[in-house]
Nanobody
Framework: VQLQASGGGLVQAGSCLRLSCAAS?????????MGWYRQAPGKERDLVAT???????VYSDSVKGRFTISADNAKKMVYLQMNSLKPEDTAVYFC????????????????????WGQGTLVTVSS
């Protein structure tokens, strides 16, 4: 199974974007948490926000009050609503699933420590 992130794009400062992350090539049955990370050019990948299966959330200080993470537990999808975007939010955004249990297209069950999705680029112009 793979995680597919989508919703990135080029926007002006002050704009909004909503990122989505869904599984493809299989079905996620259970996760401990899902989250969003971002990596700006020349920098390390950093936490943006996470949400546990129980709904507890954690945000980085840089996005508190502007970004909101949410999840559809039935579909095992995670979203990131990004408001009041700033140029410093420019990065490739990745979604992540912690301790996922999933079935592949053949119905075989797997359990991993972590699954990462491919990134989606968010570019905020000033």
């Amino acid at each position: 199974v793979q995680l597919q992130a989508s919703g990135g794009g080029l926007v002006q400062a002050g704009s909004c974007l909503r990122l989505s992350c869904a599984a493809s090539g299989g079905t996620i049955i259970r996760v401990d948490a899902m989250g969003w990370y971002r990596q700006a050019p020349g920098k390390e990948r950093d936490l943006v926000a996470t949400i546990t299966s129980g709904g507890d959330t954690v945000y980085s200080d840089s996005v508190k009050g502007r970004f909101t993470i949410s999840a559809d537990n039935a579909k095992k999808m995670v979203y990131l609503q990004m408001n009041s975007l700033k140029p410093e939010d420019t990065a490739v955004y990745f979604c992540k699933a912690d301790q996922p249990v999933y079935t592949d297209i053949l119905g075989t069950m797997h359990a991993d420590r972590v699954l990462w999705g491919q990134g989606t680029l968010v570019t905020v112009s000033s």
